[in-house]
């Protein structure tokens, strides 16, 4: 899968991604002390809605601009269209955040974000977009090995792996890199993003990263369509290590709805993995 986020920024499994993020960064934050976030594959951090890659895919209007105009959102959907209207200056949504931002902009005073990208020049463009932005910071670097390098062995930690797929080892180095931070830290927590084309991919993602992690895994699916085609992406799913408590119905509300409103005959779930 070539997951080039220019053409896909703003559509439905990024309202997934971000809504469940905002949701899981305020849950941490309510906790003492300082948060650090470690971001595997960050991106750009900012989507120019109005160019020809989000114009030609269409995506970004049939997820964020419903969710724009849309009367009927649960609450865990609320913090991330306040974002967009407000990166937006409360007019048209032209531009669309991506996690570092939404990120970056919500640290308080002691947390730290790192964004990794691998690709130079994405990475230029992410470090100017942080630029300024207290305590946050960014690297060129493979985001899988930084992040069990690099995840603080105490303290609340919250690593975010998101990769675009263009690799076929992708799968099996998110267990590695779940097993690695959970040995350096067993109380940091992971969210991992997936796209969902076929049952038998997410299920053997799901059974493998069980075996490599010794607690419960938190399991969010967004099914948008049957999964009868594998050259599609049919859904997004995200798994989390170390959920925090009250997590399961934000998550459940924001794949109901993005189903619901979005999909074409899907299904939402959410459920444990142990």
């Not at 967004?222 to 959920?243: E, F, H, I, Q, Y």
Request: hydrophobic residues 45%; contains cysteine; proline residues 6%.
């Amino acid at each position: 899968m070539n997951y080039r986020h220019a053409f896909h920024a703003g559509n439905f499994a990024d309202l997934v991604k971000h809504a469940a993020l905002l949701d899981l960064l305020a849950k941490m934050q309510a906790q003492p002390g300082p948060l650090s976030i470690i971001d595997t594959h960050a991106g750009r951090g900012l989507y120019d809605l109005s160019g020809d890659e989000a114009q030609r895919s269409g995506e970004a209007e049939a997820g964020i601009g419903q969710l724009m105009k849309a009367n009927d959102l649960p609450a865990a959907f609320q913090p991330l269209r306040r974002a967009v209207s407000e990166l937006n200056n409360g007019g048209a949504t032209k531009l669309y955040p991506g996690s570092p931002l939404l990120v970056a902009a919500a640290l308080r005073q002691g947390d730290t974000y790192l964004g990794c990208e691998l690709r130079p020049e994405e990475h230029d463009v992410l470090k100017a977009t942080l630029r300024g932005m207290p305590g946050a910071k960014t690297v060129c670097a493979d985001g899988f090995n930084e992040a069990v390098a690099r995840t603080p062995i105490s303290g609340s930690v919250l690593v975010l792996i998101d990769p675009p797929f263009e690799k076929s080892d992708d799968y099996r180095r998110i267990v590695t890199t779940i097993n690695g931070v959970a040995a350096r830290n067993p109380k940091a927590v992971v969210l991992v993003w997936l796209p969902l084309k076929d049952l038998e991919t997410f299920d053997a993602f799901v059974r493998d990263a069980e075996d490599a992690y010794a607690g419960a895994l938190l399991v969010a699916e967004a099914r948008m369509r049957p999964l009868s085609d594998p050259m599609k992406m049919n859904g997004c799913a995200l798994v989390v290590a170390n959920a925090p408590a009250g997590f399961t119905d934000p998550l459940t509300a924001i794949c109901d709805w993005t189903v619901s409103r979005l999909g074409d005959n899907g299904k939402a779930r959410v459920w444990t993995a142990a």
